[in-house]
């Protein structure tokens, strides 16, 4: 059963138990909102996305969110990822800073969302909760409550670990309206406040040099989108018979040499089902995990499917949408 | 007439009835026929049916002037079969992306069916030109690991080839699922939740 949309004190307790504290990574991150715990609206569509490499199910809130999950799962520089992230509103240590990745590293604080929405002459926009007045420790005491972020992705190559912030809507239009009024005619009084909600939230991160992209869900090639979430299915999950994997490197360097060839996708299986010893079944399983995970480099921006050829690669993805991807600015 | 194209028989020819829609899939010189397939749904399931004409026949019932042809081009050229009309002109791909989760994604439940034929297609011509079609077809089901059921197998080989050789022919029969009038008085207390991703993709 879901409770109240929007603010309120047991929910702040519930966001602090979650993600209070010092941060947590892998499969014991939980997102400050997850599926079911507000009965979200009848035309929405939650998707629960699972991501071997962290061990638990990433939570998409709609259907525009989950295309950019899949994205930045499969770029291999990606070592961990926090949708639905507080915003803190206190000063607070730089997000990457509790992981081992950022051991040696001088990382810049953050001022908090209440600093910054004080910078911005909006702090009356922040919003505060009043706790219960039969609270055992604070009665009737007023506290902010936290701003949630989209996703913070994390990154690591040979120069060190970055962030970089998702913000995610259905439309471009979507940043110049709250998610209250999106049905309303426009008003200068909800624009001023969707515009300073993601002015703070751009201002908070930048802060610890992270950089905030604005994304709408059709800005992603459709090609791309589609053939993302249905090779996603074969990388999240389990071969058929286990000694697939005895094979596996074996054989997606035999794809690697067949990718040249622009054979159709399902002969190529078939083959190498018939050369490694496997079932149809598992051959599909490793090109399609190996396609994901990038290490068999196919064109994405064509329609991958079992009756058609399969192109190498024209356009890498992470070239075309790399700003998104991009180290922010010290 | 290329393969795929369906056909009427206006007045009924042989044994083909004035109703239905055919699909024509070959004329073969050699053995002198016509082939035509025909998807019917009885109360065992669907079936998968073919004619055979003599090809003289259905050369002629086509070739004469417009007007006095006793098998015409029908004048609505579905793309999907006739089980699947409820989705005509949608995007697979499409119901896809707005699908909230599902264990398997609607591509890999038809690139599962296709795994299946896929080694009966270069044979088409075979099939086509053999007295009886579905003694391959069935001893193909037979071979098949897991064993596939024959009607099932035959209906998949030859939707996919009639409708354009895409994937889409292959999609199970889900868009009519909970189709049924739900306008009945009885249903006036129920509460029925979302509406189908078939019957509206904008999700």
């Given at each position: 059963m879901g409770s109240r949309r929007g603010p309120s004190f047991s929910k702040l307790e519930m966001i602090l138990q979650r993600q209070g504290g010092v941060p947590k990574w892998g499969a014991e991150y939980t997102p400050a909102n997850v599926m079911g715990d507000v009965d979200s609206p009848g035309r929405s569509r939650p998707l629960n996305i699972y991501a071997p490499p962290l061990g638990r199910w990433v939570h998409a809130q709609a259907k525009n969110e989950s295309p950019f999950v899949h994205l930045a799962l499969h770029c291999s520089l990606l070592f961990d990822l926090h949708e639905q992230k507080m915003l803190q509103f206190n000063p607070s240590a730089?997000?990457?800073?509790?992981?081992?990745?950022?051991?040696?590293l001088e990382l810049p604080r953050l001022r908090g969302t209440l600093a910054v929405a004080e910078e911005l002459n909006g702090l009356s926009r922040h919003p505060m909760v009043r706790a219960p007045k039969d609270h055992p420790h604070f009665p009737r005491k007023i506290f902010p409550f936290p701003y949630v972020g989209d996703f913070l992705l994390f990154f690591f190559d040979e120069s060190g670990p970055w962030c970089v912030n998702w913000t995610i809507k259905l439309d471009i239009e979507d940043f110049k309206r709250t998610f209250k009024a999106r049905y309303k005619p426009p008003t200068e009084k909800d624009r001023a406040q969707a515009e300073f909600r993601h002015e703070m939230e751009k201002r908070y991160y930048l802060d610890g040099w992270i950089p905030t992209h604005h994304l709408a869900g059709k800005m992603i090639d459709r090609e791309l989108r589609i053939n993302l979430k249905t090779i996603h299915y074969w990388w999240s999950r389990a071969p058929q018979e286990p000694k697939a994997l005895l094979v596996e490197d074996e054989m997606i360097d035999w794809y690697r040499q067949q990718i040249p060839k622009i054979r159709i996708m399902f002969d190529m299986e078939k083959e190498a089902a018939a050369k490694f010893h496997t079932t149809v079944h598992d051959a599909k399983w490793i090109l399609k995990k190996g396609i994901f995970a990038r290490t068999v480099r196919v064109d994405l921006f064509r329609t991958v499917l079992d009756n058609l050829p399969l192109y190498p690669e024209g356009e890498d993805p992470f070239v075309r949408y790399g700003d998104w991807i991009s180290r922010g600015q010290q | 007439m290329n393969i795929g194209t369906q056909v009427m028989a206006k007045d009924g020819l042989g044994e083909l009835n004035t109703e239905h829609p055919y699909t024509f899939l070959k004329t073969d010189p050699a053995s002198g026929w016509a082939t035509l397939v025909e998807f019917t749904t009885q109360t065992k399931g669907r079936r998968v049916h073919i004619h055979r004409l003599s090809r003289d026949v259905f050369l002629k019932a086509v070739d004469t002037p417009a007007g006095e042809q006793q098998i015409i081009v029908a004048p609505e050229q579905l793309s999907l079969p006739p089980w699947l009309s409820s989705i005509e002109g949608a995007d697979l791909d499409e119901l896809d992306l707005v699908r909230k989760g599902g264990k398997i994604p609607f591509r890999a439940r038809t690139e599962q069916r296709y795994g299946y034929i896929a080694e009966l297609l270069p044979r088409l011509h075979e099939i086509l030109s053999a007295k009886n079609p579905f003694t391959i077809i069935n001893a193909h089901a037979r071979a098949m690991s897991p064993r596939q059921n024959r009607e099932r197998l035959a209906e998949w080989f030859f939707a996919y080839v009639c409708y354009k050789r895409k994937l889409i022919a292959l999609f199970p029969e889900f868009p009519n699922i909970g189709t049924y009038d739900k306008s009945d008085p009885k249903y006036s207390n129920t509460h029925f939740g979302v509406v189908s991703i078939h019957l509206s993709p904008s999700g």
């Open positions: 730089h997000p990457l800073s509790s992981h081992p990745h950022s051991k040696g | -």
